[in-house]
């Protein structure tokens, strides 16, 4: 689930929060980057979370439709198309699923149902409703309207998303990320998938857990030592004007240069560049490739960069 940029991305996120608060306790603010990784599950939970909960109460109104005595076919069958949507019912009837999200208590709509008496108003106002209602039924179509619906309704959503920041502040910096992951997962759904598809683990293997903890402690504990190679090279800049995150990921590239040999020098560089064009200023790219390119090249002079494997250079 997490890739090595989203990993990055939460450690700068933290490097940035320990800066602010002038924390010296390193160990507890690597446990606070690990919950706060963990807690990233837990918000991908909650959104399919969301999705069994719009899925049951079309089901509930398709129900309550057919039993009422003025109720016109329009009003059943616009229920019974969210209602038998195959893509939804995978995800209500997959129990790995429903576990997870039972034993992480993320089913939080049982006191906030408002959030999805609303959902469901607008996805049956919306025009993706309209026209998911006026093509031929397939498991295509049905998972193509699940996702547009959450791209263009649930995802963008002012008040959902406040609903996310009220209930845990550290979502607000995974919401986007989170979303980018379940509108991949979804896309690439076909029928009849494994059981632990929706249910895939945080990290894609133990040495993506490790490099968590490892980037964020080799940041911190040489900080002096990353500044250094730095600071130099801001001759022709205002410090004080060099925005907090470029200075913190240029410290974070500097670092895997020296520290993680098994790392490629060209995907550290383009890592950060793509980082620092969705996290800081629009500029700061192309200051950051300038920086980096010089420091890259004063490292291999004096020879302090030891890269192992094929291709790493």
């Known amino acids: 689930m997490l890739t090595r940029r989203h990993i990055r991305a939460k450690v700068m996120q933290s490097v940035y929060a320990m800066q602010q608060s002038q924390s010296q306790d390193l160990d507890k603010e690597v446990k606070y980057l690990e919950n706060s990784a963990n807690e990233m599950y837990d918000l991908y939970l909650l959104h399919l ?8 109460y079309a089901i509930k109104q398709s129900e309550v439709a057919q039993k009422k005595y003025l109720a016109t076919p329009a009003d059943t069958k616009q229920h019974q198309l969210i209602a038998n949507n195959e893509f939804l019912t995978l995800i209500s009837q997959n129990e790995s699923l429903q576990k997870a999200i039972e034993t992480a208590q993320m089913n939080l709509f049982d006191l906030h149902y408002e959030y999805v008496n609303n959902f469901y108003k607008a996805i049956l106002e919306s025009d993706y409703y309209k026209e998911y209602a006026g093509k031929e039924t397939s498991f295509a179509t049905d998972r193509d309207f699940v996702v547009t619906i959450f791209e263009e309704i649930i995802a963008p959503d002012d008040d959902f998303y406040e609903f996310i920041e009220d209930h845990n502040l550290t979502w607000v910096d995974d919401y986007p990320i989170v ?4 509108v991949k997962l979804f896309k690439n759904l076909r029928p009849n998938p494994p059981e632990k598809y929706f249910t895939p683990t945080l990290y894609n293997t133990e040495d993506e857990k490790l490099f968590l903890s490892d980037l964020f402690k ?4 040489n900080d002096n030592k990353l500044k250094s190679f730095i600071d130099d090279k801001l001759t022709n800049w205002d410090k004080e004007r060099v925005a907090v995150l470029d200075n913190i990921l240029l410290k ?54 030891k890269k192992i494997g094929r291709g790493l250079l």
Request: with cysteine; aromatic share 8%.
């Open 49 to 56: 979370s969301l999705l069994t909960e719009l899925h049951a």
């Open 218 to 221: 080799k940041i911190v504990l």
């Open 179 to 182: 979303n980018t992951f379940i």
């Open 252 to 305: 974070m590239a500097v670092c895997e240069l020296l520290y993680f040999p098994s790392i490629p020098i060209k995907v550290t560089i383009n890592e950060y560049l793509e980082l620092s064009k969705e996290y800081s200023t629009p500029k700061s790219s192309l200051f950051i490739n300038g920086i980096l390119n010089v420091i890259h090249k004063e490292l291999e002079e004096k020879e302090l960069i």
